[in-house]
C-alpha cells in the first residue's frame, strides 16, 4: 500500500516540529488512564482493608488478582516507554512531559507497527542509546479512528527516507 503524503505548507520552518503522536491521545494514555487505574486500585485495597481489617484474597479469586497485578505491571512498563513522536529538520523529536530530545534520522534502526495494537501504536528502535532509552513507543494522531485504513509506521518510514521533506497524509 503506498502513502501518499503532501508537500510541506507554506510558513513551515526548522523550529516548528511536526508532531505524528496525538497530544491528547498521549496525555490519556500515559499519565490520566494509570493514573485512575492506580487509584481505583488503592481505593479496592483500602476498601477491603478497612472492612476486613486485613487484606486476603480468596482462593477463588487469586486468577484473577494475579492477572490484575500482570495487567497493572505491563500497563506501567508501557507508560514508562509511551512517548510523543514528532520531527523537525533532519531530526527525530522524543518528549513526554518533563524532557525532550532531538535524535538525528540516522540513529533509527528501524519503525515497526506494534502486532498486538496494530495502526494504533508504532515501535521505533534507535542504533545507539537516547534519553529515552533503545525504544519508545508512540501512538498516531487518530490512531483510533484510522485504525482500519492507515499505517503510521510506513509513514513514519516514509518521513525518515525521504528527509522530511513531506508531512504525514493526517497531519491537520
Known sequence: MAVETPSPRAGDSEDHPVWLSG????????????????????????????????????????????????ATVFMLWLTLRLQRVGYCGRELIVANYWRQARIPFEHVEAVEPVWWYRGRMVRIRFRRQTPFGYTVYYLPKWGPLRCLCAAPDEELRTILSTGATTKPAYTL
Open 23 to 70: 497530544a491528547v491521545l498521549t496525555l490519556l494514555n500515559k499519565l490520566i488512564f494509570p493514573i485512575l487505574w492506580l487509584a481505583l486500585l488503592v481505593a479496592i485495597l483500602l476498601w477491603v482493608f478497612l472492612k476486613t481489617g486485613r487484606i486476603s484474597i480468596a482462593n477463588d479469586f487469586r486468577i484473577l488478582a494475579a492477572l490484575v497485578l500482570i
